[in-house]
Nanobody
Framework: QVQPVESGGGLVQAGGSLRLSCKAS?????????IDWAWHRQAPGKQRELG?????????NYADFVKGRFTISRDNTKKTVYLQMNNLTPEDTAVYYC?????????WGQGTQVTVSS
């Protein structure tokens, strides 16, 4: 019903930008609109951490380490959630995961690798 698929990761130099996408093409539109979305990341040897979230109603929240640099957004017509990442640093290197929260269940994508070189 909800199967997020991430894309958009890659290698970028410090100070650069990337836009990650998370598409839930199998979800019907009414389901997509009811989902609370979040982007998490996991760096090697570290625990997974929440970076940004957006409720179904559109309220956003950001971890302190991404505030002012990352922006989460949603396009209902494309059933896609985005994470615009600017001013990237090597500390942002991680696998980024999309999390779809729907009526108490969470559906995770496979992750997309972001590597920031110094």
């Amino acid at each position: 019903q909800v199967q997020p698929v991430e894309s958009g990761g890659g290698l970028v130099q410090a100070g650069g930008s990337l836009r990650l996408s998370c598409k839930a093409s199998r979800a019907i539109l009414s389901t997509f609109r009811s989902i609370d979305w979040a982007w998490h990341r996991q760096a090697p040897g570290k625990q997974r951490e929440l970076g940004a979230g957006m409720t179904a109603g559109g309220t956003t929240n950001y971890a302190d380490f991404v505030k002012g640099r990352f922006t989460i957004s949603r396009d209902n017509t494309k059933k896609t959630v985005y994470l615009q990442m600017n001013n990237l640093t090597p500390e942002d290197t991680a696998v980024y995961y999309c999390d779809a929260g729907y009526y108490g269940s969470h559906y995770w994508g496979q992750g997309t690798q972001v590597t920031v070189s110094s």
